[in-house]
């Protein structure tokens, strides 16, 4: 009973530092939400829409403006340059003006009908794969169709009926369905990664400040006796506000995505916020480790920034873990936000069981351990500093 | 103060730093090795798919071989049922699912046009991208060969059947990274805002470093030398530092991962020189700004991400809302990003990238203004502290 008296004392103790400071007030509330806006305003668009391709229209034939009109209309490309040439068109290229150039050969329209089987040739800019990636796939679609269309006609001359047209064209169709992102949308694809990807990041360098300046200012003898000597209920004290508003944060997190906004939550919301919680304190956990490393401020931030930084390049959203090397792999199980997304990914897209994500709970819990060994690692080094 | 002695009353304070060099020399050290390495098999291979074949003709066991030959794709699991593969997928087992349907070679060879279903798991896009569009590929391709074979069946010759079974179609040509390489993708552009930010975090540590110790009333080389002494040192101090990284990553870095530079090393170090100045002073502008030591890493780590996504190289720039693009204009990473890109993965000729480099020299004149007036309000303020003691 009297360590629970204790562990309340410190996280008052806790709460009054908190709001005796204007910077660990900011770092808890309006500086991450801040930085949550701004990420997701950048793909607010969610579906990259005209994108800008040049045209050379060598042909100048009914049917040459037929297909340049074909891929303007569709709402993935616009064409944003005509040129006379490729030499004139290759500048604005580099430039990243437009991303790819679409070449309509000379005698387009007669070769198509004398059955020679001409070619459109796009020049696309892959250097930026995923843009690269959806002007291809975009082009590729309208000229095959465009082609099925002339084809249809053609063979429609000789069939005469549709039905029997239509397998003369393409014999096989292929249907394609996405799984879990039925609008292949990037925001929710990339935003549900980065929002918890920044959020790792406040919860630890907020905790490191928390202890950062409780060690910078000399404060760690008031701090202990808060807690009434008791080091336990003083470290748990100190990290439970943090761990009360991170989770908060979280919560806020997840409202954002999958109930503000229409994307689907197909799982258990009870079993996402253990997963949530679980992970605040494993975050928790490891800023407080950090920290232990040479009890000094600067130093664990940027260990800190080591850990958290580009942690969002490991977790195989952007690359899939299934092809990353074994160093990159290892990493990506040392990341909790690792575990903490594939279990976001297993509960809002797959609407798996609990059952199916035990596996990323037990890892989460493992991370835990570290803290009866930090307890002594705190033990040893306050005796130090007091 | 002599120019001389401020300048190595500037190295002695960087030196005796010993966070500030952890950043600037370890940090960028770790990180050239660090941040790639989930790239570093560049492509995605071989993601397992279940196919769910109805049909178990000879045709569509072609199918299912060739899917396997496929790079992109390995048949992992033949499932007797679609439901059997959705929970192979759900179960993480399989990324994809082929469903082949019963009567396939039948239908084909009737004109019936049978449909085969692929889907994949669309939660990660390059994993979705891979299996959709080569399972697509390979099916088409199976129309496209039969197609080719019934007109050869009505004696049409070899290579004017090849040719007619289409209308049209498309040459696709991948420019700049045509394997479509992630490294090359992603650690251009990465480095250079990795060259940033940790100068950024130098800088910031140190001017941070000089306001507290103004506050506590120590005495130093700021109070007593003019400002733009300062100025010079500092940004020739850590500029050189730079300038000897750029050269590590763009040479060393670039060729330890396989990322080709097609740029002369006279344009892009000409290229270089603005963006050094620009970070350079905007560091030094920031530290003034700084309350403390610690400010620095915090402020600097929450930028990162969101320059990355607005330097254009993963979304398009066309799709950020403008204030947004305006924003990101106010940061030496955003025309260097796209400068360096064009140069040296794009062969950009130097005329075709005036525009970056314009910016980057308007950005280092006002950042460089803004230094040299903090710096001169800090010098003020070291001598009030000192007057009052």
């Known amino acids: 009973m009297g360590w629970f008296l204790r562990l309340a004392d410190a996280a008052a103790y806790e709460s009054g530092r908190i709001r005796r400071s204007a910077y660990l007030i900011g770092l808890l509330t309006w500086i991450p939400l801040l930085c949550y806006a701004l990420v997701a305003a950048v793909f607010y668009a969610g579906v990259p829409r005209e994108l800008p391709v040049g045209l050379v229209d060598l042909d100048r034939s009914a049917l040459s403006h037929r297909v340049a009109f074909q891929l303007d209309a569709g709402s993935t490309l616009k064409i944003a340059g005509r040129y006379d040439s490729v030499a004139a068109a290759a500048s604005d290229l580099r430039r990243s003006r437009i991303y790819a150039i679409v070449v309509i050969p000379a005698h387009f329209e007669t070769d198509v009908y004398a059955a020679k089987k001409p070619s459109v040739t796009a020049m696309v800019n892959t250097q930026y794969i995923l843009i690269g990636k959806i002007v291809s796939a975009a082009l590729s679609e309208t000229v095959g169709h465009s082609s099925a269309e002339v084809e249809v006609v053609r063979t429609l001359a000789a069939a005469a009926r549709l039905e029997a047209a239509l397998p003369a064209v393409s014999p096989v169709a292929v249907q394609m369905t996405p799984f879990f992102n039925e609008y292949n949308n990037y925001f929710i694809f990339l935003v549900s990664a980065l929002l918890p990807a920044l959020w790792q990041v406040f919860v630890v360098i907020t905790l490191i400040a928390a202890f950062g300046r409780e060690w910078k200012e000399g404060t760690v003898p008031q701090w202990l006796a808060a807690a009434g000597g008791s080091l336990s209920a003083a470290l748990l004290g100190k990290t439970l506000p943090y761990t009360g508003a991170f989770f908060v944060q979280g919560v806020l997190i997840l409202l954002f995505l999958y109930v503000a906004l229409p994307w689907p939550f197909a799982g258990s919301w009870t079993v996402m916020l253990a997963a949530l919680l679980l992970t605040t304190l494993v975050y928790v956990s490891i800023a407080m480790a950090l920290f232990a490393w040479k009890f000094e401020y600067a130093t664990a931030l940027s260990l800190a920034a080591v850990y958290t930084a580009p942690a969002f390049a490991y977790l195989g959203i952007t690359f899939p873990e299934y092809n990353m090397g074994s160093f990159a792999s290892m990493w990506h199980g040392f990341l909790p936000l690792s575990h903490y997304m594939k279990v976001q990914i297993s509960m809002a897209n797959y609407g798996a069981s609990p059952s199916e994500v035990a596996g990323e709970f037990g890892a989460l819990a493992l991370f835990l351990l570290i803290l009866p060994p930090l307890w002594w690692r705190y033990r040893s080094g306050i005796g130090k500093t007091a | ?389």
């Open chain 2, 1 to 389: 103060m002599k120019l001389k002695e401020v300048l190595a009353a500037e190295l002695r304070e960087l030196f005796r730093d010993r966070d500030i060099l952890l950043t600037i020399f370890g940090g960028v050290l770790l990180y050239v090795f660090f941040y790639p390495q989930p790239y570093l098999n560049q492509v995605v291979k071989e993601l397992p798919v279940a196919v769910v074949d109805y049909d178990r003709s000879p045709l569509s066991r072609q199918m299912v071989f060739r899917l396997d030959a496929t790079p992109q794709i390995a048949v992992a699991e033949t499932a007797m049922s679609e439901r059997e593969a959705k929970t192979a997928l759900t179960q993480g087992r399989v990324k994809g699912i082929v469903v082949i349907p019963a009567h396939f070679m039948r239908d084909l060879y009737a004109h019936r046009r049978p449909t085969v279903a692929v889907g994949a798991d669309a939660s990660y896009f390059l994993i979705y991208g891979g299996i959709v569009k080569s399972a697509a590929t390979l099916a088409l391709s199976e129309g496209a060969e039969f197609k080719v074979a019934s007109r050869l069946r009505s004696e049409i010759p070899y290579e004017a059947a090849k040719r007619q079974y289409t209308a049209y179609d498309l040459n696709l040509i991948n420019l700049f990274n045509p394997e479509n390489s992630y490294t090359v993708y992603v650690l251009p552009a990465v480095f250079v805002l990795i060259l940033q930010q940790t100068m950024l975090i130098g800088l910031g540590i140190l001017g941070g470093g000089i306001t507290e110790r103004i506050r506590r009333g120590v005495p130093g080389h700021w109070a007593q030398a003019p400002a733009w002494k300062v100025l010079l040192s500092r940004l020739a101090l850590f500029g050189a530092i730079f300038w000897v990284h750029l050269h590590f990553y763009f040479g060393f870095g670039f060729e330890l991962f396989g990322v080709p530079h097609l740029a002369d090393p006279a344009e892009l170090l000409t290229f270089a020189f603005p963006f050094v100045l620009a970070t350079g002073f905007l560091g030094i502008f920031l530290g003034t700004l700084f309350i403390g030591r610690e400010s620095a890493t915090p402020t600097v780590m929450f930028s990162s991400l969101p320059l990355v996504f607005l330097a254009g190289f993963v979304w398009p720039v066309e799709m950020v809302p403008t204030p947004l693009v305006w924003l990101s204009q106010l940061f030496p990473s955003t025309p260097a990003i796209q400068g360096f890109l064009a140069l040296n993965q794009m062969g950009a000729s130097f005329a075709e990238v005036m525009p970056q480099y314009g910016l980057l020299w308007a950005q280092a004149a006002v950042f460089g203004l803004l230094a040299w007036r903090g710096l001169a309000r800090q010098r003020e303020q070291a001598k009030g502290a000192a007057n009052i003691k």
